[in-house]
C-alpha cells in the first residue's frame, strides 16, 4: 500500500507510474482518494475544534456546577448539540476512511526507475544473458508429458479423475525426484545460504493474504473455504511474510531471511485459450520460497542476493536458464522492480518462467504493519519485503526431464540429487 503523505505531495509521480503500468483508467481513483483526504483533514480539524471549544465549556459548567454561581443548563444543551456534531462527524469520517482504504489497497506500487517502460511480457529486457549446459540432446526429443507417461512418474489423467485437470499426480521415481528437488533446494538454500527454514500452513486468512497484496486485487485466482472462512495459499510468500503482521522487530534482527516450502493452489481464472498441457499451466504445484525483511537502504542488495540464491539451484542442477527485468506493464501490483527466471524446455523450444524475484520496498510492510525501530531513532519505519522462488518445481521438472533425457528414453539424475533419490536413472 502507498504512503497516502506521498500521494497526496506526488499525484503526477503517481499517474505517471499508472500511465508506465497501462493503469490509466486508475486515475480517477487518484483523484477521488486527494478529493477524500481533502475532506478527511476537514473534518478531523473541524472535529478538533469542536472537541477543544467542548473541553473548555465543560470547565465553565464545572465551575458554575461548584459555585452555584447562574445556571449551566444552556451550556449543556449547547454541549449536547456539539457532542451529536462530532459523533455525525466521526461516522463520515469512518465512511471516507473506508473508501480511501478501498482505493489505496487498489493502487500498484510505485516502479524502481531501473524497470524498463513497456506495455507486456514481450517488452521485458534480458538482465543476463542465457545460462546453457550441454546435454547433448542430438536426438529426436519427447516432451515431458510423453516423457512422464513413458516412464510412468507421471499421471495428469488420474490427477483429473480425482479432482480436476491441473492436477498432477507423481508416481514412483517421479514422486521420489520431486520430493528430492524439494529438499534439495531447502537444504541448499539453508546451509549454503543462511536461510531460516520455515514450514508454515497452507491455509491463510483474509488479512493474510490482504498483506502481501493478492486481495483484494486477485481474490478471483484464490481457492476459499466458505465453512472456515481461509483461503488455500497461492505461495508461501502470503503465511510467511505474515509471521510479522502487527509487529515491531529490532534492528538488530534484520535481515531476516527465511525459506519454505509449500504446496501452491492457484484456480488460474482467465488462462482459457493458453498452453495448458502438463506442468505447463497446473492449479496445484509446490515451490520453495525465499522470502527476506531488510531496512530500506539495504533492500536492492538483497534482491540481487535473492536473485543470485535462486540462480544458484540452477547451476547446481545444470538446467539452462536465463533472467529477465520485467517491464513496467508486466510486473506484479505490488512489486516495485523483480526478475523473472525461466528455464529452458528443448522440446517447447521456448523459456518457461520457474522463479520470480521481488522488491516490494515498504508496500506490504504498510498493509502487514512490519517495522522496525532503527538504531539511535525513536520513530518507527517500515521494513521492505522480498521474495523470490527458489524455486517452483512444476516448469522446473519440465526443463529437468527434457533436458536430461537419452536416446533410449531414460532420464539421467542431475548430480545433485542423486544422494536423495537413491537412483542415477529413471527407466
Not at 505531495?9 to 499517474?15: V, Y
Not at 511474510?241 to 519454505?260: F, G, K, V
Not at 521438472?397 to 545433485?416: K, W
Given at each position: 500500500?502507498?504512503?497516502?503523505?506521498?500521494?497526496?505531495?506526488?499525484?503526477?509521480?503517481?499517474?505517471?507510474?499508472?500511465?508506465?503500468?497501462?493503469?490509466?483508467?486508475?486515475?480517477?481513483?487518484?483523484?477521488?482518494?486527494?478529493?477524500?483526504?481533502?475532506?478527511?483533514?476537514?473534518?478531523?480539524?473541524?472535529?478538533?475544534?469542536?472537541?477543544?471549544?467542548?473541553?473548555?465549556?465543560?470547565?465553565?459548567?464545572?465551575?458554575?456546577?461548584?459555585?452555584?454561581?447562574?445556571?449551566?443548563?444552556?451550556?449543556?444543551?449547547?454541549?449536547?448539540?456539539?457532542?451529536?456534531?462530532?459523533?455525525?462527524?466521526?461516522?463520515?469520517?469512518?465512511?471516507?476512511?473506508?473508501?480511501?482504504?478501498?482505493?489505496?489497497?487498489?493502487?500498484?506500487?510505485?516502479?524502481?526507475?531501473?524497470?524498463?517502460?513497456?506495455?507486456?511480457?514481450?517488452?521485458?529486457?534480458?538482465?543476463?544473458?542465457?545460462?546453457?549446459?550441454?546435454?547433448?540432446?542430438?536426438?529426436?526429443?519427447?516432451?515431458?508429458?510423453?516423457?512422464?507417461?513413458?516412464?510412468?512418474?507421471?499421471?495428469?489423467?488420474?490427477?483429473?479423475?480425482?479432482?480436476?485437470?491441473?492436477?498432477?499426480?507423481?508416481?514412483?521415481?517421479?514422486?521420489?525426484?520431486?520430493?528430492?528437488?524439494?529438499?534439495?533446494?531447502?537444504?541448499?538454500?539453508?546451509?549454503?545460504?543462511?536461510?531460516?527454514?520455515?514450514?508454515?500452513?497452507?491455509?491463510?486468512?483474509?488479512?493474510?493474504?490482504?498483506?502481501?497484496?493478492?486481495?483484494?486485487?486477485?481474490?478471483?485466482?484464490?481457492?476459499?473455504?466458505?465453512?472456515?472462512?481461509?483461503?488455500?495459499?497461492?505461495?508461501?510468500?502470503?503465511?510467511?511474510?505474515?509471521?510479522?503482521?502487527?509487529?515491531?522487530?529490532?534492528?538488530?534482527?534484520?535481515?531476516?531471511?527465511?525459506?519454505?516450502?509449500?504446496?501452491?493452489?492457484?484456480?488460474?481464472?482467465?488462462?482459457?485459450?493458453?498452453?495448458?498441457?502438463?506442468?505447463?499451466?497446473?492449479?496445484?504445484?509446490?515451490?520453495?520460497?525465499?522470502?527476506?525483511?531488510?531496512?530500506?537502504?539495504?533492500?536492492?542488495?538483497?534482491?540481487?542476493?535473492?536473485?543470485q540464491n535462486a540462480e544458484a539451484i540452477l547451476k547446481a542442477l545444470k538446467i539452462p536458464y536465463r533472467v529477465l527485468l520485467l517491464c513496467s506493464g508486466d510486473i506484479s501490483a505490488s512489486a516495485a522492480k523483480c526478475y523473472d527466471i525461466e528455464v529452458w524446455s528443448p522440446a517447447e523450444s521456448?523459456?518457461?518462467?520457474?522463479?520470480?524475484?521481488?522488491?516490494?520496498?515498504?508496500?506490504?510492510?504498510?498493509?502487514?504493519?512490519?517495522?522496525?525501530?532503527?538504531?539511535?531513532?525513536?520513530?518507527?519505519a517500515y521494513v521492505h519485503t522480498l521474495n523470490g522462488s527458489g524455486l517452483a518445481t512444476s516448469r522446473l521438472m519440465v526443463s529437468l526431464l527434457e533436458n536430461y533425457q537419452?536416446?533410449?528414453?531414460?532420464?539421467?539424475?542431475?548430480?545433485?540429487?542423486?544422494?536423495?533419490?537413491?537412483?542415477?536413472?529413471?527407466?
Amino acid at each position: 500500500m502507498l504512503d497516502i503523505n506521498f500521494i497526496r505531495q506526488n499525484p503526477e509521480e503517481i499517474n505517471d507510474m499508472l500511465r508506465k503500468r497501462r493503469q490509466e483508467e486508475d486515475r480517477t481513483k487518484v483523484d477521488d482518494l486527494l478529493e477524500y483526504d481533502r475532506r478527511r483533514r476537514e473534518l478531523i480539524k473541524e472535529s478538533d475544534e469542536l472537541k477543544a471549544l467542548r473541553n473548555r465549556v465543560s470547565k465553565d459548567i464545572a465551575v458554575i456546577k461548584r459555585t452555584g454561581q447562574g445556571s449551566a443548563e444552556d451550556l449543556i444543551r449547547e454541549m449536547k448539540e456539539v457532542a451529536d456534531k462530532i459523533a455525525g462527524m466521526n461516522d463520515t469520517l469512518g465512511e471516507i476512511e473506508k473508501k480511501m482504504e478501498s482505493i489505496l489497497l487498489s493502487l500498484p506500487n510505485k516502479l524502481h526507475p531501473d524497470v524498463p517502460e513497456g506495455s507486456s511480457a514481450e517488452d521485458n529486457h534480458t538482465y543476463k544473458e542465457p545460462i546453457v549446459f550441454d546435454h547433448a540432446l542430438d536426438f529426436p526429443l519427447l516432451n515431458h508429458l510423453d516423457l512422464g507417461n513413458k516412464l510412468g512418474i507421471l499421471d495428469f489423467e488420474r490427477g483429473a479423475k480425482i479432482s480436476g485437470t491441473g492436477f498432477p499426480v507423481y508416481t514412483g521415481k517421479g514422486a521420489r525426484l520431486e520430493r528430492a528437488l524439494l529438499n534439495f533446494m531447502l537444504d541448499y538454500h539453508t546451509e549454503k545460504h543462511g536461510y531460516t527454514e520455515v514450514f508454515p500452513p497452507f491455509m491463510v486468512n483474509e488479512d493474510s493474504l490482504r498483506g502481501t497484496g493478492q486481495w483484494p486485487k486477485f481474490a478471483d485466482q484464490v481457492y476459499y473455504i466458505n465453512e472456515d472462512n481461509l483461503y488455500a495459499i497461492p505461495t508461501a510468500e502470503v503465511p510467511v511474510t505474515n509471521l510479522h503482521r502487527d509487529e515491531m522487530l529490532r534492528d538488530e534482527q534484520l535481515p531476516i531471511s527465511y525459506a519454505a516450502y509449500s504446496a501452491c493452489f492457484r484456480r488460474e481464472a482467465g488462462s482459457y485459450g493458453k498452453d495448458t498441457r502438463g506442468f505447463l499451466r497446473v492449479h496445484q504445484f509446490n515451490k520453495v520460497e525465499m522470502v527476506k525483511f531488510t531496512r530500506p537502504e539495504k533492500s536492492y542488495d538483497a534482491l540481487e542476493e535473492i536473485l543470485q540464491n535462486a540462480e544458484a539451484i540452477l547451476k547446481a542442477l545444470k538446467i539452462p536458464y536465463r533472467v529477465l527485468l520485467l517491464c513496467s506493464g508486466d510486473i506484479s501490483a505490488s512489486a516495485a522492480k523483480c526478475y523473472d527466471i525461466e528455464v529452458w524446455s528443448p522440446a517447447e523450444s521456448k523459456y518457461l518462467e520457474a522463479s520470480s524475484c521481488s522488491n516490494f520496498e515498504d508496500y506490504q510492510a504498510r498493509r502487514a504493519n512490519i517495522r522496525f525501530k532503527p538504531d539511535g531513532s525513536s520513530k518507527p519505519a517500515y521494513v521492505h519485503t522480498l521474495n523470490g522462488s527458489g524455486l517452483a518445481t512444476s516448469r522446473l521438472m519440465v526443463s529437468l526431464l527434457e533436458n536430461y533425457q537419452t536416446a533410449e528414453g531414460t532420464i539421467v539424475v542431475p548430480e545433485v540429487l542423486r544422494k536423495y533419490t537413491g537412483f542415477d536413472v529413471i527407466d
